[in-house]
């Protein structure tokens, strides 16, 4: 159902979710492993978002052995799982679900790190698809994203 590097991905987020002390997998420590692991260069780096999900998250007090799917990284999967079509997941499709959902505090740390138009349209790409930078509205969303970003805000 994955591909090995979208279960390289997924192993990531569990020592994520351990290094935080979390005892849950949650889109936060995916988002964590996604970066970590390349699937967001050029978009958003993983100090960046680090500090994002510590100051939206705060860390436990130690993980036992089991680390259970919260409900939100169960949906992300899959969402990851209908980009995929049938194929094996690969991480691009991780993005996608993740961003997809979008209400996560993964996706909100990293809407405060990267346009996610821009993260959207480079997993889009990866998986042959058309990039939504054919969209007007996202057009307008990724060129406000740039403006923020070169204004210090994103």
Do not use: C
Request: aromatic share 4%; net charge positive; hydrophobic share 40%.
């Amino acid at each position: 159902m994955f591909t090995p590097a979208a279960n390289r991905v997924l192993v990531q987020a569990e020592q994520e979710a351990r290094n935080l002390g979390h005892n849950y997998l949650g889109a936060t420590h995916l988002v964590l492993a996604l970066a970590e692991k390349g699937h967001l260069k050029g978009h958003a780096e993983y100090s960046r978002l680090r500090s994002a999900v510590t100051r939206l998250t705060p860390p436990g007090y130690g993980s036992g052995s089991t680390i259970a799917y919260t409900p939100r990284f169960r949906k992300i999967t899959e969402l990851a799982a209908q980009e995929a079509g049938g194929s094996d997941v690969k991480p691009e499709h991780l993005v996608l679900g993740l961003v997809n959902h979008g209400t996560s505090v993964g996706a909100q740390a990293l809407r405060e790190t990267a346009s996610l138009t821009a993260v959207k349209d480079s997993a889009l790409q990866a998986t042959g698809r058309a990039p939504l930078a054919l969209d007007p509205q996202a057009r307008i969303e990724s060129k406000i994203d740039r403006i923020l970003g070169h204004l210090g805000i994103r």
